[in-house]
């Protein structure tokens, strides 16, 4: 990548783009081309191959089904687990966060194997669905604000040894297992089951990616009138008594 530009992969639009998560491509897209990049986005449809090339790689939700089949095509491609291993930025939401992980349960009861590009295992839930809006505490050592978003999955993740939780619950279920973590991430690929989608309503969290994926330490300012206004709406809503 040159000092100014960026090549943004979305991943699998076809099959992996519930709850308006393609949002975050736009998010990350425009908040880049405001700081005067040349922003490359390529969206990569299930029978095309990963590229290796690109500088940051996004990835959706999706339904049991075209999970299944998405993890199957992505191990078979092998180009997302090659672009890591060069330095690229990873992050995903939901389905594709549990791809992401060493396994997970998929629509016929079977235990999948994932990419193995965060260290977590998803199993199926035994009860209710995680439905609803979320509220957490990112990692302090990532510096980002509050976290909301809204989580629908069946799914409960554990975290191994090697993966950090993204966020800690004060308001919904996060990764489903009690105790209070969401998402997961390391050094460069993130996981997180908030929809939103969830860079609209976290803009700062588009802005790490752009961060990690230039090395730099800082972004120049830009207009967030909008998405502030966007945030105090939803997480006032998420609060107010029921």
């Known amino acids: ?5 960026l090549r943004l992969v979305w991943v699998y639009p076809d099959l992996l783009s519930t709850y308006g998560d393609q949002g975050n491509a736009l998010v990350v897209e425009r908040r880049a081309r405001q700081r005067g990049l040349d922003v490359q986005r390529v ?3 299930s029978d095309q191959p990963i590229p290796t090339s690109g500088d940051i790689y996004l990835i959706g939700g999706g339904e049991d089904r075209p ?3 998405a993890a199957e095509r992505l191990l078979r491609d092998g180009g997302l687990e090659r672009a890591v291993s060069n330095g690229a ?5 939901c389905a594709g966060y549990q791809i992401l992980g060493q396994e997970f349960v998929n629509d ?3 235990r999948q194997e994932g990419l193995g590009l965060l260290d977590v295992v998803t199993l199926r839930g035994e009860g209710e669905r995680c439905v609803g809006d979320v509220l957490a505490d990112i990692d302090p050592r990532l510096g980002l604000p509050q976290l909301t978003g809204f989580e629908n999955h069946q799914g409960v993740t554990h975290l191994g040894p090697t993966a950090k939780p993204f966020a ?3 308001m919904g279920r996060g990764n489903g297992t009690g105790d209070g973590t969401e998402g997961a991430y390391n ?3 993130f996981g997180t089951y908030m929809h939103g989608p969830v860079m609209a309503r976290n803009p700062q969290i588009a802005d790490l990616l752009l961060k990690l994926a230039l090395d730099v330490n800082a972004l120049p300012a830009i207009d967030d009138r909008w998405y502030e206004a966007l945030r105090a709406e939803r997480i006032a809503a998420a609060t107010q008594p029921a």
């Open 108 to 110: 016929q009861g079977q």
């Open 67 to 69: 999970q299944r089949l």
């Open 89 to 93: 930025i990873v992050f995903s939401v």
């Open 187 to 189: 050094d460069t690929v």
């Open 1 to 5: 990548m040159s000092d100014n530009s």
């Open 43 to 45: 969206d990569v449809r």
């Open 168 to 170: 800690r619950v004060t």
